[in-house]
Every structure is written in C-alpha cells, then in structure tokens.
C-alpha cells in the first residue's frame, strides 16, 4: 500500500474502496467517531453503507469494521449520530447504557423512496441495530435526505432537505422516534444543484456577550464557483421554529473539492469535517485501492471585520516536524525562484506583501512541468488556487482550472497557511475567513517549492516550512 502513489500521509482515507460524505460526527467517552459514506465492495459509488473510523484527537485515525451495511432491501445514505445522555427514545431498553443513536437516510432499493431511519448502538458504536418500527419519518419522496439532528434546549431539531426542490426542512422531536414538521428554509442562494447534507449550527459572536448567530450550512450538487459542486451558508437566527437569514448566502470554501461538511454532536460548536471530493469528476480521480478522503478536520468560528460579519475556518493541524525551511524579508523579483526544500506533505505558512499589479505566491509540488500554483493576483483582487498544471493525470470534467476568492489584503499584507498532502491542497487565508481546498495528482517526484512572481515582484515578509509527519497506524 506504501507503494500507491496517491495515498494521503495524514488525510483520512478508507484503507480500500469508494468513500464520499462524513457521516455521524459524534464524540463519545473520549472517541472522535468518523463514519463515512461507503461502498464495501468496490471503488465506484455503490452499496452504500456506513464505514467506521475512530480517532483520541482528530489526527491519529484507526478504520473500524462497517457500521452499517446496505442490504438487499436497504441502502444507508447519508445521517448523522447524536448522543441521547438522557435516553429520551428508551433505546438503552433496561441495559443502563447511553445509546448512541444514528438517524440515516435509508433508500429503499425497489421504490428509490428516501426516508428517515433509526439505528442504535450500545456499546461505544462497535455494533449497531436497526430500530423495529424503521422508517421514522417517511414522506414517500425519492429526494428526501440527510438528517442532521441537534438537541435543541429540551427536545431534538432535525434538519433534512427536499434535495430537488433546494429547500430545507426543520423537524422536532421529544424522543427521536416521532418528528413533527416545523418549517421550511428555500430556495435562496445557489439553486443549480440539488441541495444537500444540511447542518445547522449556533457560533457565538466576536465582541457580542452573550451573542452569536445561527449558521445554516447547506452543500449544492452543482454549480459551485469553482465548477461542479460545493458549499453554500447562511448566517441567520433559528427562533426554534424557523430560520430567518441576515442575508446573501456565501461560500463555504471557494477551491472545488470541500462538499457535505457536517460538524461533530457532543464537541465544540463548529468542529467539522467534509469529503475531498466533487461529484463533476470524482468517479474518475486516478487513485487506486480507495477513492475519496475527508478534508482536514476544522474548527469554524464567527469573525467580524467593520460590520462583515463571516465564517472562518482553521484547520486541526496534524503532527509536524521541526521547520526545514524559514526565510525572513526577502524581495523577490519577477520570476520564479526555486527554493531549498522539498516534500508532499508540508505546512507551508507565508506573509507577503504583494506589488500593485501581476502575480505574488508561491508554488508546491513542482517538478519538471508540474506546479500547482497559490497567491494573489493583484489585478483581480483575487485569492488564486491554480491547478491547471498540478499533474500530467488528465482527470477531466473540469479538473484542470484556476480557482478563485475575492480578498483584500490586510495593510497589504497577504498571509496564508497551506496544507500539502499527496493527493490535496488547502489553503487558508487571513485568520480563515478564505479558504481553498483542492485535489491535485501530481507525480511523486514533484516535490518541490518555489516563490513566484510576475509583474513588479514581491516582499516575503515570513516563510516557515515543516514537514508533516506521517502518523497513521493503519
Ligand atoms: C451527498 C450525497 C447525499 C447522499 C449521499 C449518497 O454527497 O449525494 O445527498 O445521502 O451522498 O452517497
């Protein structure tokens, strides 16, 4: 396995076959637990299932044996897993456990109808049972999805799309067993893919004792700014019946490959995870024995700058070495500048202060024609992730483009934090308010590092890399 080319050093990846959405974020007694859409018996999207990872502390990841299993009968998309402290649904029956309860959306294979189903787990979700009276909530509609159930000052909230109609809706619940229908939020903002994999989540308000707002997180099939599908959200206020929202919708990430990010129960509010991959082109990405990884774990929180008040981002880092490279001010002059350092699992961190016009970044896993390039272009006023030139793999659908955010420089100074695996590239700008998050196949060979810049050069004011280290105990 060491041998494939494109396995990730710290990004989770099934040890074989399909993977797409995070699915049932929960910590429980000390565990992160990871499930993910999966297919167990193939690299294409198929029989899907729940698979399993835990984790102590979001970075070491161990695979465990499938959740939940498609059956003849039954396939198991997307859900989420909540912890009912209290045992409201009776599930622990006279076991004195707390159950841990999934809520999935689970497609009949004969009808394609999609409804709510229930499965319970009483032991540290190692093993998992199907609820009796399954479907709990059933409108006889083939785009029905996602529940993501969050408990609500004394009851549960369900939210759960139309995916084909772009709306969402709100459910509650005493027990998690019988929902009854609250409102509905939509269609607003990105309406060219069907919506789905909602999430609803309350982040307190920089500056604002007491205050915050509510984010409605909602990922689009297509149609997303850097082509094919991505995540839109909503700031807003949840009064316990109804969504309302401040305003427009923004992106969540402006690069092509963060979709159906979905945070954690029982954490911190706005720790979340979301799948490394696109449905434009994602059948055909040339990984081998596995296809799909989740992005980073990431920490989200409200920021305001003047009266903006926006989503950040900051990523859980994984395990790093000592620095291998750390320059202070440095003029670059137009051109590109190789540096002394290598590697495909890096955390890159850069301050430069940009010219007024032309290109100022730098390039990661260079080798022979390949880069992938990330700066700021400062004609555009713009944020650049490029991987038209990034591999010789011809992905298709798309792949090969330029992805961009608007940004403006603080005191003209731009900084970013890169995270390079083998197979991925994300960049977080600012204090996290832009993010970019793209695959990139580049051949292992294509290590290198170099500053460029064209027009009228740039200043680096600091650069420090250290390598990544691989920690996985597969
Ligand atoms: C999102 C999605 C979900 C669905 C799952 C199926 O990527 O299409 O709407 O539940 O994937 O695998």
């Known amino acids: 396995m060491a041998a494939e080319p494109f396995r990730p050093t710290y990004h989770f990846t099934p040890q074989r ?193 007491g205050g915050g707002r509510w984010v409605l997180v909602v990922s689009v099939q297509d149609g997303a700014p850097a082509g094919g599908s ?64 989740m992005t980073l774990p990431r920490r989200c929180a409200l920021r305001r700058s003047g009266a903006d008040l926006r989503l950040a981002q900051e990523p859980v880092l994984p395990q790093l070495g000592p620095p291998t490279l750390e320059l202070g001010s440095t003029d670059v002059e137009s051109g590109e500048r190789p540096l002394p350092v290598t590697g495909s699992a890096l955390l890159v961190e850069l301050t430069l202060v940009a010219g007024s016009t032309g290109f100022a970044g730098i390039a990661v896993r260079v080798g022979g024609a390949e880069r992938t390039l990330i700066g700021y272009d400062a004609d555009a006023g713009e944020l650049v992730l490029d991987r038209t030139r990034s591999g010789a793999v011809d992905v298709g659908d798309g792949f090969a483009a330029r992805h961009r955010a608007a940004y403006r420089p603080v005191d003209g100074s731009i900084r970013v934090r890169i995270l390079i695996d083998t197979c991925s590239v994300e960049v977080f700008a600012g204090d996290g308010e832009i993010v970019l998050t793209d695959q990139v196949f580049p051949s292992p060979t294509s290590t290198g590092l170099a500053l460029v810049a064209e027009g009228v050069g740039m200043e680096v004011t600091t650069l420090v890399v250290r390598p990544v280290l691989a920690v996985d105990p597969r």
Not at 233 to 251: E, H, M, P, Q, S
Request: with cysteine; charged share 20%.
């Open 230 to 293: 991505g995540m839109q959200y909503f700031l807003g206020d949840f009064d316990g019946v109804a969504f309302t929202a401040d305003g427009a919708a923004r992106w969540f990430d402006h690069g092509a490959d963060c979709y159906a990010a979905v945070s954690f129960d029982n954490a911190p509010a706005g720790l979340m995870i979301g799948w490394l991959g696109n449905w434009a082109y994602q059948k055909s990405v040339p990984t081998e024995s596995f296809r799909g990884a």
């Open 17 to 209: 076959n399909w993977m797409n959405d995070p699915n049932g974020l929960v910590h429980y007694e000390g565990e992160y637990h990871l499930f993910f859409q999966y297919n167990p018996h193939g690299t294409d999207w198929g029989n899907m299932s729940w698979g399993h990872a835990v984790s102590p502390d979001l970075v070491h990841w161990q695979e465990l044996p499938v959740a939940l299993a498609a059956t003849e009968a039954e396939e198991i998309f997307s859900g989420s897993v909540v912890v009912d402290h209290d045992n409201t649904s009776g599930l622990a029956g006279s076991s004195g456990q707390v159950p841990l309860v999934a809520i999935y959306t689970s497609v009949d294979t004969g009808t394609g109808i999609q409804a709510q189903s229930i499965a319970f787990s009483l032991d540290r979700g190692r093993s998992w049972q199907r609820y009796a009276d399954n479907p709990v909530l059933d409108l006889g509609s083939t785009e029905f999805r996602d529940p993501k159930v969050f408990r609500h000052h004394d009851h549960w909230v369900m939210v759960v799309v139309l995916a084909d109609d772009r709306v969402i809706q709100f459910y509650r619940s005493d027990d998690l067993l019988s929902w009854t229908h609250l409102s509905d939020f939509g269609p607003a903002g990105a309406l060219d893919g069907v919506w789905e994999c909602p999430d609803l989540v309350w982040l307190p308000e920089p500056e604002t004792a």
